[in-house]
C-alpha cells in the first residue's frame, strides 16, 4: 500500500508565499513521475506541475514563473514552492505519484488527500 501525505497548506494574503510538501510512503520500489494538482470550488482538477526522476519540469502556464517544483528522491518527497500568490490560486492541492511497487509490475498512480490553499484580496 502506498500513501501519499500533503502538508502546509493555509491562508495567505494575496501576494504572500507557500510552500506544499508531500510524503509518499509504504511498499515503493521506485517513483517516476510526481505532481501537483488543483481543484477549485464548481471547476475541474487541473494540472499544475509536474516533475521526473530526473528532475525534468513542466507547469501549467498560469502558473509558470511563480511556482517552482522540486523533489527528494531520497526522502519520497515532492515540494511546491508558491510565490506571488493570487486569489485564483485558491483551490485543494493535491500530490500525485507514478509508483512502482515491484521491478515485475506496472506502475500506479497515487493521490494524496488534498490541502487547502486560500489567497485573500
Known amino acids: 500500500q502506498v500513501q501519499l501525505v500533503e502538508s502546509g497548506g493555509g491562508l495567505v494574503q494575496a501576494g504572500g508565499s507557500l510552500r506544499l510538501s508531500c510524503a509518499a510512503s509504504?511498499?515503493?520500489?521506485?517513483?517516476?513521475?510526481m505532481g501537483w494538482y488543483r481543484q477549485a470550488p464548481g471547476k475541474q482538477r487541473e494540472l499544475v506541475a509536474t516533475?521526473?526522476?530526473?528532475?525534468?519540469?513542466n507547469y501549467a502556464g498560469s502558473v509558470a514563473g511563480r511556482f517552482t517544483i522540486s523533489r527528494d528522491n531520497a526522502k519520497k518527497t515532492v515540494y511546491l514552492g508558491m510565490n506571488s500568490l493570487k486569489p485564483e490560486d485558491t483551490a485543494v492541492y493535491y500530490c500525485?505519484?507514478?509508483?512502482?511497487?515491484?521491478?515485475?509490475?506496472?506502475?500506479?498512480?497515487?493521490w494524496g488527500q488534498g490541502t487547502q490553499v486560500t489567497v485573500s484580496s
Open positions: 516533475i521526473t526522476r530526473d528532475d525534468t519540469t
Open positions: 500525485n505519484a507514478n509508483v512502482k511497487i515491484n521491478p515485475m509490475r506496472m506502475s500506479n498512480t497515487y
Open positions: 509504504g511498499s515503493i520500489f521506485s517513483i517516476n513521475v
